[in-house]
């Protein structure tokens, strides 16, 4: 049957002007790696023009955070000066570990693992906000905040926002009142251990939006997963609704392996890291592909791409023959990090932030956002390198 057009991100006229920002998964070190993005676009005055926020697993803590804290990030001429009240609770969050007592707690005690990552978030970031909290973009709050899952049922993307929640098969719910903490712990839900989460919906769904699947098989109880199973880039639901995207990429390559293993559980943990990487690298082409063209314009970083490799007229950061690959290969894990490691990834989520935007946003397109981009200010943690 048609897809209605109230549950697709293209608009029947092409890509809206806007600026989308999309968030990565990749764990605790996407997280992070994140903050430095953050930091290094707000200086740039590009923070406070956004349209849309779209996140994946580490990302989405990252996003529903920055989300949570809009309205009290006190913008001035589009820059935040209080964007720290993002910084500190995403560090502290770094700071805690969520994954392996989750894992044991799921296993022994009552409740599901889903269940104490969601109450993990909830106790450190959230403090019981739902998705009702975050910014009506509607009313010129902010933008558009999207946390994406993956239905492992209908085997789409599931978007979590203040206005809705659903997937383009089985349609969609107004006004949802789902916490925070539910929402970001589907999104991140890796599998195979964290994964599934198991969400009863017991709000109605729109009966003005035709779907696909409106059995209560597939609406009462809804199974999700991660996000980047089905988009690691969260590019689905920005590339076909805005003219100009920023995306920050912490995910990590797959290694090579002389000899994977054979046994059933470690094998199919090598198998999903292979088709994370073919889904990241798809997405990543397609995306490019849309640069080159001019159907997009924007910028795209990644946490294992060489500053050199820009090409940048100056460096006032040093970073020409910084090797990123030591960072890069931090586990995607909800694993406590050190204070040093956490420093060193929010530096290098800047400066490679610093050096696409200074590439590829030119003077045409900086008047068109209506910003000027300068060189960067400084390191946020100039002793962490």
Request: charged share 25%.
């Amino acid at each position: 049957m048609p897809v209605d057009p109230r549950l697709s991100d293209e608009p029947a006229g092409g890509p809206e002007p806007g600026i989308a920002l999309c968030l990565s998964g990749g764990g605790y070190r996407a997280m992070v790696f994140h903050l430095g993005t953050l930091i290094r676009l707000n200086e740039a005055g590009i923070l406070g023009k956004l349209s849309r926020v779209s996140s994946v697993s580490g990302g989405s803590i990252t996003a529903a955070v920055l989300g949570l804290h809009w309205r009290e990030l006190r913008f001035e001429d589009c820059r935040a000066t209080r964007l720290d009240l993002v910084t500190d609770k995403v560090l502290r969050m770094a700071s805690t570990d969520v994954d392996a007592g989750a894992i044991v707690g799921g296993i022994l005690l009552p409740g599901t693992i889903s269940d104490r990552v969601a109450a993990a978030y909830d106790r450190i970031l959230f403090d019981g906000a739902s998705l009702s909290d975050l910014p009506d973009d509607g009313a010129g709050e902010g933008p558009r905040f999207v946390i994406n899952a993956t239905n492992v049922q209908t085997a789409a993307l599931w978007r979590f926002s203040r206005p809705y929640m659903g997937d383009y098969r089985v349609g969609l719910v107004k006004d949802p009142d789902v916490r925070l903490a539910t929402a970001v712990a589907a999104s991140s839900a890796f599998p195979p251990v964290l994964s599934p989460l198991e969400l009863e919906v017991r709000q109605p769904y729109a009966d003005d939006i035709p779907a696909e699947l409106d059995s209560p098989a597939y609406r009462e109880r809804v199974t999700l997963s991660d996000g980047g199973v089905y988009d690691n880039l969260g590019l689905e639901t920005a590339i076909k609704r805005y003219e100009t995207l920023f995306v920050s990429d912490g995910g990590q390559k797959v290694a090579a392996e002389e000899h994977p293993a054979t046994d059933w559980a470690r094998h199919a943990v090598r198998i999903l890291d292979v088709v994370d990487n073919q889904v990241r690298s798809l997405r990543k082409r397609g995306l490019i592909d849309a640069f080159r063209r001019g159907a997009r314009t924007g910028a795209y970083w990644g946490i294992r791409t060489r500053f050199e490799d820009y090409g940048t007229r100056t460096d006032p950061l040093g970073c020409t023959s910084r090797d990123p690959s030591d960072l890069a290969a931090t586990p995607t894990r909800l694993q406590a990090m050190p204070r040093g490691l956490q420093e060193r990834l929010t530096n290098w989520g800047y400066a490679i932030c610093d050096a696409a935007l200074r590439t590829h946003v030119d003077d045409d397109l900086q008047a068109r956002l209506g910003v000027q981009i300068g060189e960067p200010r400084g390191f946020p943690y100039p002793r962490a390198y």
